[in-house]
């Protein structure tokens, strides 16, 4: 250091990565692989059912690993000579073979009531599938019948709005749907009745009417039934006939117009009169309101064709 020289001392490490430098890489190798095993397990555990998670806990359970039962059954599990086998000098026994003992006559009869019971059952959730399968069935018709009623309905308001002979006849007709079907009902006006006073002949107004209703009646397959009404006023028209024979004679022109328009008279389930028996409005017997007809598209199964039936 006196003649200002600067020494530099350089040190070599060595000797700890020759053999063992990449063992961190295994160690580390087998962490990556248990954490991916791990977060592998825990996405099972979430996405898997129940069913599905006894099925796989089934899977790996050691059910197929059966006990021997020779020898002593120890940890060695070695034969072990008994007297009988010591006074045979090692010879083995005699092992005796019995037939299975015949069931008893209580095991027959619960075999074969353990049988009948089970066809018992089986024809029960058979009787219930078939009843569940009517059911289903039954309520897909009646929301389809429910969508056409509800689509003729809308027909006839439309078919009616763009006629200007009916137009003014649309506060006439009331349409309901009731338990017994949808129920097309012409009523009489003040002013505006649906047919001549005291007989059954139409108004060429209510007869485009009829044909209108007709031709949106003929698209669906329901039976019809079309009965008269008149109000409580007493009648006596010629030859003595009453309120029963008009309301019924009405109700029987009413028929006549949707046969012309291409009703099958197989879909016609009763024409009938009811008089003033059954008024629309009962707090007003007298009122003209009573006077009407109704043709119901009567909810129920759709009749069947006449080349079709047994």
Do not use: C
């Amino acid at each position: 250091m006196a003649d200002g020289n600067i020494v530099i001392k350089k040190v070599k490490k060595g000797g700890h990565g020759g053999h063992h430098g990449g063992a961190w890489k295994v160690a580390y190798a087998d962490f990556v692989t248990a954490m991916m095993a791990f977060f592998l397990l825990m996405w099972l555990i979430n996405t898997t059912t129940p069913e599905q998670k006894r099925g796989i806990a089934d899977y790996f359970a050691a059910q197929n690993i059966s006990k021997t039962t020779s020898g002593a059954g120890g940890v060695l599990a070695g034969k072990v000579f008994g007297q009988e086998g010591a006074r045979a000098g090692g010879a083995m026994s005699a092992i005796n073979k019995q037939a299975p003992p015949k069931p008893k006559e209580d095991d027959h009869s619960q075999t074969a009531g353990q049988q009948k019971g089970g066809a018992n059952e089986t024809q029960g959730a058979s009787d219930q599938s078939q009843n569940k399968s009517d059911d289903n069935l039954e309520g897909q018709r009646n929301s389809q019948e429910h969508g056409n009623f509800e689509q003729a309905q809308v027909s006839l308001r439309q078919a009616m709005a763009q006629m200007p002979d009916i137009a003014e006849l649309s506060h006439s007709v009331m349409m309901t749907e009731t338990s017994q079907g949808l129920n097309i009902q012409l009523i009489d006006e003040s002013g505006q009745p649906m047919f001549q006073p005291g007989t059954a002949n139409l108004y060429p107004r209510t007869r485009v009417l009829l044909q209108q209703v007709a031709r949106i009646v003929d698209r669906l397959p329901n039976r019809i039934s079309i009965t008269g009404h008149t109000d409580a006023a007493q009648f006596v028209g010629a030859g003595g006939s009453t309120n029963w024979e008009l309301s019924a004679a009405r109700a029987n022109a009413a028929r006549a117009i949707l046969a012309g328009e291409g009703i099958q008279s197989d879909r016609i389930f009763e024409v009938s009169g009811k008089a003033g028996t059954d008024p629309l409005l009962p707090d007003d017997p007298y009122a003209s309101s009573n006077r009407r007809i109704s043709i119901l598209l009567m909810r129920e199964a759709p009749v069947v064709p006449p080349g079709l039936r047994l």
